[in-house]
């Protein structure tokens, strides 16, 4: 069963390190001015980072490949959220003690009253 996971785990840090672009934060499409004067878009890439807001504008030309670096950032959590929970998968499964389905031996606990037939 070790290997089935250490497999796994091996196809999810491999596509990791395929990854070659990312962003992380999320981009808005923005205006400035009102009704006939309204002017846009422009783009702005914002996030947070050491718990401050951060904050760039994005020329138009370059809009798309920051969505494709954004989509990049999505996936590559998403791949660490799973390599996360494989491993403690495999270390709980490995934790636990091999056991026999309905036991009979049980202990008792040693405040129980007897019981009376």
Known sequence: MEQKFEQKRSEIL??????????????????????????GPYYVLQGYADGK??????????VEQVKADLEAGVHFRDLCQR????????????????????SRSRSRNATAKPKRF
């Open 53 to 62: 807001h951060w904050s760039k504008r994005i020329p138009r030309e370059q």
């Open 14 to 39: 491999n596509q990791m390190q395929h990854i070659d672009r990312l962003r992380q934060g999320s981009i808005s499409e923005q205006y400035y001015g009102s009704g006939s004067d309204r002017q």
């Open 83 to 102: 390599f996360a929970d494989l491993t403690e998968e495999a270390t709980v499964t490995k934790d636990e003690p091999a056991r026999k389905k309905n």
